[in-house]
């Protein structure tokens, strides 16, 4: 595989790069085609990191958890979207899921659920369990930039890779911000 380029950084194969990655990311990467980059993990957030790695927004991908609840049951999803966009957590999303109440999930359950730093989650490695909604414009982006599940880096690989994902659903979740 070459290594693409997008913005200033030098993207190399994730699987070379193992240290790069939390746990259950690299446990559930695989032979998937994504490219891994250190940064600098005060810069994780996408508008730092897009503005001082010259990286298009519309690149990014953000992975919100969002956590459901309906008669007493609790559901966790991920949703993907792109950085340029706003998922409609209360609308399309909750219907999706069918459930009464949503919210984004709190940040220690999310990390204590998914292994993961919070400002890196990302779609791959979460629990099996857990629907990942991936919004239409994310699986239709190209080569998209992702939390590796660290703050410390982000992986690159095409938007439709991620609609592969096991309980991975394309539908339209956003709109543009």
Not at 67 to 82: D, I, N, P, W
Not at 127 to 153: H, K, M
Request: proline residues 7%; charged residues 20%.
């Amino acid at each position: 595989m070459s290594a693409p380029v997008l913005g200033k950084l030098d993207w190399r194969p994730a699987a070379e790069v193992p240290e790069l990655l939390a746990e259950p990311v690299r446990a559930a990467l695989g032979d998937l085609p994504a490219y891994a980059v250190a940064i600098d993990p005060e810069l994780a957030d996408t508008a730092a990191f897009c503005a001082e790695y010259d990286v298009p927004m519309a690149a990014s991908a953000n992975c919100v958890i969002v956590h459901g609840k309906r008669a007493g049951e609790s559901t966790y999803a991920a949703v993907m979207v792109l950085a340029t966009h706003r998922a409609d957590v209360n609308g399309v999303i909750r219907k999706h899921l069918g459930v009464r109440k949503i919210s984004f999930a709190a940040q220690d359950d999310a990390v204590g659920s998914t292994g993961m730093e919070y400002g890196g989650i990302t779609a791959i490695g979460l629990p099996a369990a857990w629907p990942i909604l991936v919004d239409e414009a994310v699986a239709q982006a190209g080569p998209v930039v992702i939390g590796s599940g660290i703050r410390g880096s982000k992986l690159l690989l095409e938007g439709a890779e991620l609609a592969k994902l096991p309980s991975a659903t394309v539908l339209e979740l956003a709109a543009p911000a």
